[in-house]
């Protein structure tokens, strides 16, 4: 036979409030095109200003990493292509620390876990974009690519589909497939939709890239100014909201 509650945890409980009930802070779903598209503008100026100011190195395209990496290993130009090596590793350890954070232990201790990674990441650049541009490019490649890890492991999708707001390989075949859906005998009812978000986002990715290559050899590690006021509005696009209504 269980032993009755004492006073004390009926208190407790009476005090509780369940996740949804009304009144608590909840965290607002980062799904729409809006900031999807905004992430992706992002992820490509953080390209284009490590690549341009930063030995050529990328912040977010592993791939293009992993390339140039092999790339200089059978030319032998090892001291150029250790420079690729940094990057990938800590964008290992950020997807790590994003899956450890989805855990449920962790989970529980963090209460907003997508406004704590936008947090995490405009510390970051906040504290490159006050470094000399002498700084070592090792200490600036590699820890965008750990906060770039931690964004595109947090926020992965947009109306329902998959996504990614850091490099676009992903997003280029999802768009290219739904224009194929778009005139054949398979055509479902969100296709349009899937040809809007994606165009969108590809183009954002680009639009970014060309940003950040352009304003990089001008402002320096500066530049990151723009990138930190992008996901700022983000931030705020995604600022827990009281939940209103009652549990159903």
């Known amino acids: 036979m269980s032993e009755p509650a004492s006073a004390g945890q009926e208190?407790?409980?009476?005090?509780q409030k369940p996740a949804n009930a009304p009144g608590i802070l909840q965290e607002v779903p980062v799904s729409s095109t809006l900031t999807s598209?905004?992430?992706a503008l992002g992820g490509g100026y953080l390209d284009g200003f490590t690549y341009v100011g930063h030995g050529h190195v990328f912040a977010n395209a592993?791939?293009?990493n992993v390339v140039l990496l092999g790339i200089s290993c059978v030319?032998?130009?090892w001291q150029t292509g250790f420079r690729h090596l940094p990057p990938i590793v800590a964008f290992i350890i950020g997807i790590s620390a994003a899956r450890i954070m989805k855990l449920p232990g962790a989970r529980s201790r963090i209460r907003f876990p997508n406004l704590s990674v936008l947090a995490l990441?405009?510390?970051?650049?906040?504290v490159i974009s006050v470094l000399p541009q002498s700084t070592g490019a090792f200490w600036?490649?590699?820890s965008i690519a750990f906060a770039a890890s931690v964004q595109v492991a947090t926020f992965r999708d947009v109306n329902g589909r998959s996504y990614n707001s850091t490099f676009t390989t992903g997003n280029l075949r999802t768009l290219s497939e739904a224009i194929v859906d778009r005139f054949s005998s398979e055509r479902k009812p969100e296709t349009g939709r899937v040809i809007r978000d994606f165009s969108l986002i590809c183009l954002s990715f680009l639009a970014g890239?060309?940003?950040g290559g352009f304003v990089t050899p001008k402002l320096g590690n500066r530049a990151l100014w723009l990138e930190i006021a992008l996901l700022a509005v983000v931030a705020i696009r995604n600022w827990p909201t009281r939940n209103r209504t009652s549990p159903a």
């Open 11 to 15: 208190e407790e409980q009476k005090t």
């Open 37 to 39: 598209s905004l992430l």
């Open 62 to 64: 592993m791939t293009g």
């Open 75 to 77: 030319s032998g130009t």
């Open 121 to 126: 990441e405009i510390a970051i650049l906040s």
């Open 140 to 142: 600036i490649t590699t």
């Open 209 to 211: 890239a060309m940003g």
